[in-house]
Nanobody, 114 residues
Framework: QVQLVESGGGLVQPGGSLRLSCAASGFIFSLYRMYWYRRAPGKERELVASIGNTAGSANYADSVKGRFTMSRDNGKNTIYLQMNSLKPEDTAVYLC???????WGQGTQVTVSS
C-alpha cells in the first residue's frame, strides 16, 4: 500500500521557520521525483517545490524561491521542506505527492500569523 505521511506543520509568527517532513512507503522511493504542493483557502493548489530521485538541485515556485529548501533522504524514504522567513501568505495545507499511483498525503496545516 502506497502511503505518504506529512508532519511538522503548526502555527508560527511571520518571519519564523518550520520544517515539514513527508515519510513515504509502499514503493521504491529512490526511483521517483517528489513534490510539495500547498492549498490555501480560496486558492487553487500550487506546486511549491520538486526534487529529482537522486536529490541534487530542487525546483521552486517563484513565491518561495530563496526562502524554502527542499531535500530528500533516500535512506529514510523521506522528503523535507525547510521553510524560512515565513509570511502570512504561506498559510496553507502542505501536501506531498508522488506520481507512483498518483498518490497524495493527507496534508499538514501551516499557519503564519501574529
Amino acid at each position: 500500500q502506497v502511503q505518504l505521511v506529512e508532519s511538522g506543520g503548526g502555527l508560527v509568527q511571520p518571519g519564523g521557520s518550520l520544517r515539514l517532513s513527508c515519510a513515504a512507503s509502499g514503493f521504491i522511493f529512490s526511483l521517483y521525483r517528489m513534490y510539495w504542493y500547498r492549498r490555501a483557502p480560496g486558492k487553487e493548489r500550487e506546486l511549491v517545490a520538486s526534487i529529482g530521485n537522486t536529490a541534487g538541485s530542487a525546483n521552486y515556485a517563484d513565491s518561495v524561491k530563496g526562502r524554502f529548501t527542499m531535500s530528500r533522504d533516500n535512506g529514510k524514504n523521506t522528503i523535507y521542506l525547510q521553510m524560512n522567513s515565513l509570511k502570512p501568505e504561506d498559510t496553507a495545507v502542505y501536501l506531498c505527492y508522488t506520481t507512483y499511483g498518483n498518490t497524495w498525503g493527507q496534508g499538514t496545516q501551516v499557519t503564519v500569523s501574529s
